[in-house]
């Protein structure tokens, strides 16, 4: 039964990030190129990676560390399975597999450990079969079995997750059921007089845009993953997109949810823009990442289709000015869908993977730009650091938002740097994922995590973490500095969201993901040292799980963990992340 | 927990001597060489007046104001116009040309009064490398008021960026020369401002806001004030306090803390220190005390040994000890009393700085002599027999002293030979014979008609010297020395009744000595492992053993303790015999003083710790100023 989803395996990698047909690889010539046609760099020579690249890790493209090419069926641990359970699904007729391939898929998320694990061809603990509901009936009849037969269940949508959420628990004895919601991805009803959509949860985000967008409506729910990460995992995790300034966070967007439970399915009784009835049961769902049911179908706003929209960018002079910028902003609530605000390392890195430009008269643009900003009004190339921003809404109203922001901005010493620098900054975010494969066949391996913050302690928290990956990796011998950089990608009244990316040049160190997963743990500890918060919208999963009782206390621990053995008393969902 | 660590594992480095280069080469040239100091990150210095502004714009201060301004009922601007004023009289003004005119003036000076100044150089250079990567905190010991005109004189010569320095108000006294100190950094504050909240948040601010830029490394001395007896005082804790709190708060990624060991052969106030401990008024900071002080010059005051020692990272004092996050729940800028754990940190990370003052501080032979002859003086004396011993005996002994004291981690300057012709040892000799000839007349004429308290004061005086030479070597025998004690006086060899002894002792004698609150296991620990890798004792699980060659160490050791343990006797025994159940802290001293024979039972420092002691061990009560005293309390073994 090999494949209910075999055109989705068929094009995405099975042991790295996305899609087969697009990777990063340095050609013949020494010149990195971007390989397919899905993106705008599809195609595409980056003429100044390769220096980038060797300059920043040290890195040699004569050193490589290419990846085990094949899956050997043989790596991977037969399943066990519960021969009365499989029975009954076959009864069913919902689609089912153990092939080894399908198992190994869905055994991971995109943790670093996960993926070099891959590479290295080392295969764990995997789920001893993969089940296809197509509807929200199935889910229930798989769940009415799971509990029958006690198996364990682990719902999977989009596998993107980066928090060790989708790893099986190796103490597991029970046979382990893949819970694949992929096939339960349709739109059931769009209600154009309240605005909202009702679908299933196993759509992936670029199909509920489109989808959606064919009505002229969009949901605005943007997160960075959003190519392969479905509605029902955004829910389970507490999503957060780029454009929620517009839109919102998931928890904003959400109207109803419906989750199957072992306790039978949980749903309000109408849908009432907001209630006053007791604590909001959706939040025990939204974060429950897994542990409690699985999401079969939600509600969500949705917006007509944005009339205009415009990317930009604003250069400041160092760190400093551009995170007072943001605040300000922030404050003045008029933040456009998006800002974003990389520090110095992130913009060197952006400005490497411009692609080759085509005329001779763009390049001499770029100069007469650099020069103006290095030498004219004296920023200092080691220090500057670029907004990217993104307007939307009707056309006169974006241009005034403009106006307004670039205002704000140039108090703090910001020059607009136009609007291609903007774009680049946003289909960077689809492809910086594929830059850590291509970082990884030659002994480089990274990651990025999240945190949120109180505006007061952004800078501080910015310059101590990127310092405490630094410091760690010397002290863990390393034997080349790392690139440590940050960007704020999100503002709130309150705060801010600031991601960290961490990569290094492991030659020389004789097990680099440990000295990885300590470095990251340092940092995490450095985050919270510093008023961050455990994560923002990653969620917890199994990666972070040490730090929850500190982060929630006791009685928060004992609150969640009621609802938990009310809801699984015997553990079905047990995914055992969370708590 | 605090960290065991063994000084004799420690390695040093070696020294050059910076006055060598002065004495064949131009000072006016030195004087007016270019000075280009690496500083933090590259940071520009920043403008005296920029700073102040930076420091009355500060959310703190601003919170403060508004918090004294409701609660008095002033006007805003009237609580503001105060804090500027304490400001300017608190504020630094350094200036090159200052410095350099320091810099000229302290090469004659110190080429006069100073055989030579010698620095370790690996020092500096880790100095110079911390300036680069953090923000750092200077932490000399306190001798002489010497030391800190020293260090920007060290740090000067080394291009090293010049430190702002927290000064007692005392030397805003003496007019012009507390201008010219603060033009070379000084920075003054009140000795006591206790509930003065206004004071106290422009003074931290003001010291956060220089360091957390880097503008300059804060130099302040952990002790206080400078230690009369040569012995290290118990460290203060505001100022630490203040430094460590940028690194809590995440405002900085760490502060390295520099401590520095600064060991003169001679100290210049020698004499006034011994007089001030016998309760002669120390003379009151003034340009003209200085001025006629000038008779100094015309002394031998031998070689000066400074040591910068490691930089320590705040950032790892703190890991696995604070929780940082306890900071999250209130607006850092709000002024907060520290929490008990912050409190704890602070206090051990104090002794331990302190610590490792003590452990770089050069020891010349004539500590040891000083030491041998003193031990000496209080056998014959308790023994009654006439009072000397004879020169080539003092030599062998010291020669055992000396290999004993390497063993123990001390770190010595030993000449190849004692050379016994030149003037300056003459003079140590001078005051140490002074002890053996003490009961027969002390130095000078022997004739001349003085009377008995004269006599006694002059007695005590060489005895209370001989005792600040004794003194320096003290950190490096204290915990043996508690332990060798405690096998004595304990009434078996069982390690339990050893460590209760131990643990007595130590209590007693925590202000006596440093000895970090709440390390007694700890401390055990390492007495014990000194001792037996000194092949002085066996202790198995349950028994604490003497070896056979152990005796003479522990002997030594005990009777290094023995001073100590007399002087406190004796304030005992007056306690208990004192008719009246009151008197007043003032009354003490000098009642004290009448009925002691013991010439260290004469310094008020000792007198002071005992009462600290007792205080302590709940054998006197404090009340509002007054002694008062439970007779039962006294411990039997004192007596």
């Not at chain 1, 154009?192 to 989808?211: F, P, S, W, Y």
């Not at chain 2, 703190?60 to 300017?88: F, M, P, T």
Request: hydrophobic fraction near 40%.
């Amino acid at each position: 039964l090999h494949g209910c989803a075999p055109v989705w395996l068929e094009i995405m990698k099975w042991n790295g990030w996305g899609y087969s047909d697009s990777r990063f690889l340095f050609n013949k010539k020494g010149q990195a190129e971007f390989t397919g046609k899905r993106y705008r760099l599809s195609g595409m020579i980056i003429p100044g990676l390769k220096d980038w690249f060797e300059g920043t890790f040290g890195a040699n493209l004569q050193h490589k560390t290419p990846p085990t090419p094949l899956l050997t069926n043989t790596a991977v641990p037969p399943a066990t399975l519960n021969e009365a359970f499989v029975e009954e699904v076959k009864s069913t007729g919902i689609p089912f597999s153990h092939d080894a391939e399908d198992r190994v898929f869905r055994a991971h998320g995109h943790c670093l450990h996960e993926i070099f694990a891959l590479r290295e061809g080392k295969i764990g603990r995997v789920p001893d079969m993969v089940v296809w509901p197509s509807c929200h009936n199935d889910v229930v009849k798989i769940v009415q079995l799971a509990c029958k037969h006690n198996v364990c269940l682990m719902p999977y949508g989009g596998g993107t997750s980066v928090s060790s959420a989708l790893e099986c628990p190796p103490e597991e004895t029970r046979s382990i059921v893949s819970l694949d919601t992929s096939q339960m991805n349709r739109i059931l009803w769009i209600d154009e007089k309240n605005l909202t959509a009702h679908v299933e949860a196993g759509i992936v985000g670029q199909d509920l845009e489109r989808l959606l967008n064919e009505s002229g409506y969009c949901t605005g729910h943007e997160p960075d993953s959003m190519e392969f990460s479905s509605l029902g995992g955004w829910v389970a995790t507490r999503a957060s997109g780029m454009k929620k300034n517009i839109y919102g966070n998931i928890e904003d967007l959400v109207v109803h949810i419906k989750m199957v439970t072992p306790q039978g399915v949980i749903e309000k009784s109408c849908q009432g823009p907001r209630m006053s009835t007791g604590p909001d049961i959706h939040h025990f769902i939204m974060g429950s990442e897994g542990t409690l049911g699985v999401v079969t179908e939600v509600t969500m706003k949705i917006r007509p289709m944005p009339e205009y929209q415009k990317y930009g960018s604003v250069v400041f002079p160092n760190f400093e000015q551009g995170v007072a910028c943001l605040r300000e902003v922030a404050k003045q609530r008029c933040a456009p869908a998006s800002i974003r605000l990389m520090d110095n390392e992130q913009f060197k890195f952006g400005h490497a993977l411009k692609p080759q430009v085509s005329s001779i008269f763009t390049s001499f643009l770029d100069g007469l730009k650099k020069f103006y900003i290095t030498k004219f009004k004296g920023f200092d190339p080691n220090h500057l650091c670029v907004a990217t921003l993104l307007f939307e809404g009707n056309r006169e109203k974006v241009l005034q938002h403009e106006k307004q922001v670039y205002d704000i901005a140039a108090k703090f010493g910001g020059l607009a740097a136009g609007e291609d620098n903007g774009q680049r900054g946003y289909m960077l975010t689809f492809v910086i994922a594929y830059l850590r494969d291509l970082g990884m066949d030659y002994y480089v391996i990274g990651e990025s995590f999240e945190t949120s913050v109180p505006w007061d302690r952004v800078l501080d928290i910015c310059r101590n973490v990127k310092a405490r990956i630094i410091r760690e990796c010397k002290d863990k011998g390393v034997q080349f500095p790392p690139l440590s950089t940050c960007r704020v990608t999100q503002t709130y009244d309150a705060g801010a969201c600031v991601y960290f990316y961490f990569a290094f040049n492991y030659r020389g160190l004789s097990d680099p993901v440990h000295v990885y997963e300590q470095v990251e743990h340092a940092a995490r500890e450095e985050i919270l040292a510093n008023g961050g918060s455990l994560s923002h919208h990653h969620g917890v999963g199994k990666l972070r799980k040490e730090w929850m009782r500190d982060t929630i206390s006791n009685v928060g621990m004992g609150m969640l963990k009621s609802v938990k053995d009310y809801v699984d008393p015997n553990n079905i969902f047990g995914n055992r992340n969370l708590l | 927990s605090v960290l065991l660590y063994y000084p004799m594992l420690k390695k040093r480095d070696d020294f050059e001597d910076i006055l060598e280069e002065r004495r064949t080469s131009s000072d006016l040239r030195y004087a007016l060489r270019c000075y280009t100091p690496v500083l933090y990150k590259g940071v520009t210095p920043c403008k005296t007046s920029v700073l102040k502004s930076m420091v009355l714009q500060s959310d703190q201060l601003h919170y403060v104001i508004n918090q004294v301004s409701k609660e008095s009922g002033r006007a805003a601007d009237d609580v503001r116009e105060e804090a500027s004023a304490i400001l300017e009289e608190m504020a630094h003004s350094l200036q090159l040309s200052t410095v350099r005119f320091f810099a000229f003036m302290l090469s004659k000076v110190f080429k006069t009064l100073f055989r030579s100044i010698c620095v370790n150089e690996e020092g500096i250079q880790r100095l110079q490398q911390a300036i680069q990567e953090h923000p750092v905190v200077l932490l000399p010991s306190h001798r002489s008021y010497m030391d800190f005109l020293l260090m920007s004189y060290i740090l000067y010569t080394y291009d090293v960026a010049l430190p702002v320095i927290a000064a007692g108000m005392d030397f805003m006294g003496m007019k012009f020369v507390g201008e010219m100190l603060r033009m070379s950094g000084a920075f003054f504050i009140r000795r006591s401002f206790g509930g003065d909240k206004l004071y106290w948040s422009v003074f931290s601010e003001y010291v956060k806001t220089m360091l957390k830029n880097g503008y300059a490394p804060v130099e302040f001395f952990l002790e206080g004030t400078r230690s009369r007896t040569s012995k290290s005082l118990t460290p203060k804790l505001g100022l630490l306090n203040i430094v460590m709190d940028p690194f809590l708060k995440g405002e900085v990624f760490d502060v390295n803390v520099v401590p520095v060991s600064i060991s003169y052969e001679r100290i210049l106030e020698e004499s006034l220190y011994a007089r001030e401990l016998l309760g002669v008024p120390k003379p009151k900071e003034s340009t003209s005390g200085l001025f006629k002080a000038r008779k100094v010059l015309s002394e031998d005051y031998g070689s000066i040994h400074v040591y910068f020692g490691q930089p320590v990272s705040v950032r790892s004092l703190a890991e696995g000890r604070v929780n940082r996050c306890q900071f999250n729940l209130v607006p850092r800028h709000i002024p907060r009393r520290p929490s008990e754990e912050i409190q704890s940190f602070v206090n051990d990370s104090a002794y331990r700085l302190v610590r490792a003052q003590e452990e770089n501080m050069v020891l010349k032979p004539w500590v040891l002599l000083a030491s041998l002859l003193l031990q000496n003086h209080h056998q014959n004396r308790a023994a009654g027999q006439k009072p000397g011993m004879a020169l080539d005996e003092l030599t062998t002994q010291a020669v055992w002293l000396r290999d004993v004291s390497r063993q123990y981690g001390a770190f010595l300057h030993w000449p190849g030979t004692v050379r016994v012709q030149s003037r300056f040892y003459e003079h140590v000799f001078n005051v140490s014979l002074c002890v053996i000839a003490g009961e027969q007349g002390g130095p000078g004429d022997p004739r001349s008609t003085v009377t008995p308290e004269e006599e006694l004061l002059s007695q005590a005086v060489v005895v209370l010297s001989c005792a600040s030479y004794r003194n320096q070597m003290l950190h490096v025998f204290v915990r043996p020395a508690l332990l060798a004690s405690a096998i004595h006086i304990a009434s078996s060899n069982q390690k339990q009744e050893v460590f209760n002894s131990f643990s007595f002792l130590r209590n007693m004698f925590s202000s006596e000595f440093i000895l970090c609150p709440g390390a007694t296991v700890q401390d055990f620990e390492e007495a014990c492992y000194l001792l037996v890798k000194t092949g002085v004792l066996q202790v198995t699980q349950q028994e604490v053993l003497v070896t056979e060659r152990g005796h003479r160490t522990l002997a030594f050791l005990t009777s290094m303790l023995d001073p100590f343990l007399q002087g406190y006797q004796v304030v005992c025994r007056f306690l208990c015999e004192e008719d009246t159940e009151t008197l007043t802290e003032k009354q003490f001293i000098p009642a004290v003083r009448k009925v002691s024979l013991c010439f260290s039972v004469l310094s008020s420092d000792l007198q002071k710790n005992a009462l600290a002691a007792l205080q302590r061990l709940g054998a006197v009560r404090k009340i509002k100023g007054y002694v008062g005293f439970h007779h039962p309390c006294v411990p039997g073994w004192l007596d």
